[in-house]
C-alpha cells in the first residue's frame, strides 16, 4: 500500500531563516516522489519532482530510500513562500497518485 | 490555452441525487486523474484514464465513475450522493502518465 506522511500541520518561520517541511512515505517498490505547492487563490502545481534533482525557487528536496523520506529544504525562506505543500508519490505504473494532508508554511517578517 | 478546465465551479445536491461533473484537459493531453479533496487533507485519488481507457482506481465505491471521451475531455458521475461526498473534487492532466500532472481549479460539491 502507498502511504505519505507529512507531520506537520503547520510551519511558521522567519523571513530569512531555513526552512524543512518532512515527508515520509511507505511503498514496497520504486516510487517517484513530488512536492506540489497551491498558493493562496491558485490552483495545486508541482513544484519538483525527485527526478529531476532540480532546484526549484531555491527549494531542494533529496529522495532517502534508508530512511523513506523526501523533505523539502530552503536555506531562505522568503515571504512569497507562505503557502500549501503537499508531498505526493506515485508508484511504478505511474497510474495512482497519493498525497499527504499538507503542510501550511507561513514565513513571517 | 487557459489550462485545465473544469465544470462547475461548485454545486449543491441532496442526499440521494446524481452528480456529473467535467473537465477538459489542456490540448495536447491525453490522461485524465479524478482527485476527492475532502477539507483538511489532500487530494485522494479516485481514477485515472489514459487514451479513453481506466487505467487506476482508487478506493472508492463503485457508486463513483467516469469517462474519457474522444477529446480527452472526462466526466466524473457519483450516485446515490451522501452527506460524506461533500468536497473539492479535482481534475489533473498530462501528457500521458508519468508526466508532469497540472490541476484545474476544481468543482465543490456540497450534499446536502
Known amino acids: 500500500a502507498q502511504r505519505v506522511t507529512q507531520p506537520e500541520k503547520l510551519l511558521s518561520v522567519f523571513k530569512g531563516a531555513p526552512v524543512e517541511l518532512k515527508c515520509n512515505y511507505s511503498?514496497?517498490?520504486?516510487?517517484?516522489l513530488f512536492w506540489y505547492v497551491q498558493y493562496s487563490r491558485q490552483r495545486l502545481q508541482l513544484l519538483l519532482r525527485?527526478?529531476s534533482r532540480e532546484s526549484i525557487k531555491g527549494f531542494t528536496a533529496d529522495l532517502n530510500k534508508g530512511e523513506t523520506s523526501f523533505h523539502l529544504k530552503k536555506p531562505f525562506a522568503q515571504e512569497e513562500d507562505s503557502a500549501m505543500y503537499y508531498c505526493?508519490?506515485?508508484?511504478?505504473?505511474?497510474?495512482?497518485?497519493?498525497f499527504g494532508d499538507g503542510t501550511t508554511l507561513t514565513v513571517k517578517p | 490555452d487557459a489550462g485545465v478546465t473544469q465544470s462547475p465551479t461548485h454545486l449543491i445536491k441532496t442526499r440521494g441525487q446524481q452528480v456529473t461533473l467535467r473537465c477538459s484537459p489542456i490540448?495536447?493531453?491525453?490522461?485524465v486523474s479524478w482527485y476527492q479533496q475532502v477539507l483538511g487533507q489532500g487530494p485522494q485519488f479516485i481514477f485515472q484514464?489514459?487514451?479513453?481507457?481506466?487505467?487506476g482506481r482508487g478506493n472508492f465505491p463503485d457508486r463513483f465513475s467516469a469517462r474519457q471521451f474522444p477529446n480527452y475531455s472526462s466526466e466524473l458521475n457519483v450516485n446515490a450522493l451522501l452527506l460524506g461526498d461533500s468536497a473539492l473534487y479535482l481534475c489533473?492532466?498530462?501528457?500521458?502518465?508519468?508526466?508532469?500532472?497540472?490541476f484545474g481549479p476544481g468543482t465543490r460539491l456540497l450534499v446536502l
Open positions: 505526493a508519490l506515485s508508484g511504478t505504473n505511474a497510474g495512482k497518485s497519493t
Open positions: 511503498y514496497s517498490g520504486s516510487p517517484e
Open positions: 525527485h527526478i
Open positions: 490540448s495536447g493531453h491525453k490522461s
Open positions: 484514464y489514459y487514451e479513453k481507457e481506466e487505467r
Open positions: 489533473a492532466t498530462q501528457e500521458s502518465p508519468g508526466e508532469t500532472q497540472y
